[in-house]
């Protein structure tokens, strides 16, 4: 009589350990695919940042100046109350980032505002608001798509208007080369700034930004205090902040080195958007820097605090050594 054939198999034991091979080979991998992928953004990021820096260049060389943001009064008035319009440094070199017919769209002479962050439906710029400009957005950023932006330009050290606060793109004054007596390889130009969720309520998010009761004059003070008597219960925040790339506001296109990368301590503005801002980033350990030579360079959170103030002044003297 034939001996009835066998079928081949795993045992429970084979399949357990099998199973148990495959969830350990799975995470070994899955940091591996983590960082491949933050690297491809992080590349990205760099690359947009490069070309607003070229950008920048190509604006000063026909205009002979830096862009800058910049307000004034529409007229006339409506209801006799003065209307206020506000741009960016961003707009004005949107011919240089492939964008000209977006420029031209724009309507120098009306409202470039927001209200709680959100896209007006009102005045003639209501398209240019809800435009999308792919060289302002780091995809490392969560928060940026739309017509956001995850790059600010650096104002100085920290809010000091209507006085001069030090970098090269400061509000209503305009400045060139000739200006950065401290070097254009050493003088930050612009960095990133996580873009904000798209709410107005308490919490606790790092990244978004305290409202304080205070003007800009009292507002690093301020900022340190509200910051070391934190209560996410009773503190509103702003979650609007880079929530677009046309509004002439340090709320939303500037930045300030007063605080470290990444810093712990959480932004804080008053009531009037005058904020103290800084670079943030989701680049584990650090923030992108454009330099105003036009190289971009990593620099670490754990950057001497002196070296990056000192990289955000035009004319401040200091030297900076490698970081």
Request: proline share 5%.
């Amino acid at each position: 009589m034939a001996r009835p054939k066998t079928i081949g198999g795993f045992t429970l034991l084979e399949l357990l350990v099998l199973v148990s091979m495959i969830g350990l080979l799975f995470c070994f991998l899955l940091p591996a695919v983590h960082r491949a992928r933050e690297a491809a953004r992080r590349a990205a990021c760099v690359n947009n940042l490069r070309q607003l820096g070229i950008a920048i260049e190509g604006f000063h060389d026909v205009r002979r100046r830096y862009p800058s943001y910049f307000c004034g009064i529409i007229q006339p008035s409506l209801n006799d109350v003065p209307r206020r319009y506000c741009f960016s440094a961003h707009a004005e070199i949107l011919d240089w980032v492939g964008h000209s017919a977006l420029a031209r769209s724009i309507n120098w002479d009306d409202q470039a505002l927001d209200s709680n962050g959100t896209v007006p439906v009102r005045g003639t710029n209501s398209t240019a608001l809800a435009s999308v400009v792919d060289t302002f957005l780091c995809p490392s950023d969560p928060f940026a798509s739309g017509s956001v932006t995850s790059f600010r330009l650096c104002a100085g050290l920290f809010p000091a208007w209507p006085r001069d606060s030090g970098g090269v793109f400061v509000a209503a004054r305009e400045k060139s080369a000739r200006d950065v007596i401290d070097g254009l390889s050493l003088t930050a130009f612009a960095s990133e700034r996580l873009v904000g969720r798209g709410a107005m309520s308490p919490g606790t998010e790092r990244n978004d930004v305290i409202i304080l009761s205070q003007t800009t004059s009292g507002i690093v003070r301020s900022c340190y205090s509200t910051n070391l008597n934190y209560d996410a219960r009773d503190r509103m925040r702003d979650s609007y902040v880079g929530h677009t790339w046309l509004r002439g506001s340090a709320r939303h296109t500037a930045y300030y080195h007063f605080l470290p990368p990444n810093s712990k301590m959480r932004d804080c503005s008053d009531p009037r958007n005058h904020g103290l801002y800084s670079a943030r980033s989701s680049h584990p350990n650090g923030v992108n820097v454009l330099f105003g030579d036009g190289h971009v360079a990593f620099v670490g959170n754990d950057i001497d605090l002196r070296i990056w103030r000192s990289m955000a002044t035009r004319a401040g003297q200091e030297v900076v050594e490698n970081f």
